[in-house]
């Protein structure tokens, strides 16, 4: 702790910091990388953001490069930072991306020391942004062209601005949060429901819940970052929803996963087929006339259609994926040595979590503390009926770094 206080006492030193992660994270994406990608399997773009990037820039339109048809299956937020970095650099690709993400787990580590202080002081600010700044997981998804990084990045900035609203309400700090929310949704549609919830939570105790006038900004601001995007997808497909497509594939292969699970337990890509097989064998009638985005839509509808009935005919097997999930959330990777790797990094953080939370569970005057732990907790729990993979997990690890690091906060603090 007196090396910690010695470090913290130094200015400017998240920048330090910072530089030391983007450092990492640089050296890690562009020469570890490289030499890992074949014999690890570690595909550079698996869900085609990149072709949407593409089609951003190129075409002016959010559509698979070279495809000008409309897409409508993923968020715009991750697609539209490829396309900047692409127009920036006329074209750099993948490296211009990789690049702005090693410059995103920078700024995440000052981030992490700036919401750790408010939390608790700046000793352990250090603690909590140096783990961030060395974490394998963290740095394994700058190199890759996934969402993570900037999911990470969101989820911690969402936490930061709810901690500092609590820590000074104003109608800018609401805003602020309102206009996270309204870009995590952009980014992926699984934060839907935080817009409704975020506010919510705001308004309750322990310690006092805000005004409903900024509780009331915050769930304003969010849904109108999103309501145009809403507009475009429904005139674009007929429904209105931040993202349209894929929702019922994740769902229908989360089932899959169970199902299969003691065929190649532990392995996404040995996984994977077989559950592309278990779709592709459901016949689907699909109208001649419909265009490709329609039929991807129409397909897409009946794989949700089918996984949700099995769900309701089969309560147990329902039961059954949820509990799985409560453990795969934290392991499941795409080979079984990968998920061993992930388990040892990632188990640990959950137990020192917990009881970090359990030693807490009388602190109220602290309330920005329970209602990170209560979005943690949702995320988490979003994941449980549909899909539970370890890469999903990683956002969650700064935020849970930040209040494991309060169990070696003063007495004084954490009273």
Known sequence: MKILARLGAINGIQWYIALIASSLSLIFTFVVYPMLANSSHAVLDPDWHGPLGFGIWKLHSFSYYPSSEPASARGPLYPALIAGMLAVTNGWWPY?????????????????????????????AVLACGLCAIHPFLIWYTSRIWIETLMIFL????????????????????????LILGLSVLAKSIYLPFLVLTPLLLLLPPGGGLRPALAAIVL?????????????????????APV????????????????????????????????VARMKAEPVMLPPTATRLQRQNLLDAAWGRSAIAKLMHSPGFLLKKITCNLFLFWTFSDTAIKSICVAALQLPLVTLFAISLLLRR????????????????LFYCAHLPTLALARYSVVLVPSMLMICVGIWAPKSIRA
């Not at 594939?249 to 299969?260: A, V």
């Open 244 to 275: 349209v497509g894929g929702s019922g594939f994740t769902l229908h292969q989360g089932n899959d996963f169970i199902e299969d699970f003691r065929s190649v337990p532990f392995s996404i890509s040995g996984l994977f087929p077989l559950s």
């Open 220 to 240: 304003v601001s969010g849904f109108l970052v999103v309501t145009p995007w809403i507009i475009r997808n429904g005139r674009v497909t007929g429904i209105y």
């Open 362 to 377: 009388r602190q109220i005057n602290n309330d920005a503390l329970w209602i990170c732990a209560a979005l943690i907790a």
């Open 96 to 124: 211009s991306v990789q690049l702005a993400q090693c410059v995103i787990f920078g700024l995440l580590c000052a981030l992490v020391f700036s919401i750790t202080k408010v939390l608790w002081n700046r000793s352990l």
């Open 155 to 178: 989820f911690t900035a969402l936490i930061g601005s709810i901690v500092h609203l609590k820590q000074r309400p104003t109608y800018w700090r609401a805003l602020l949060v309102g």
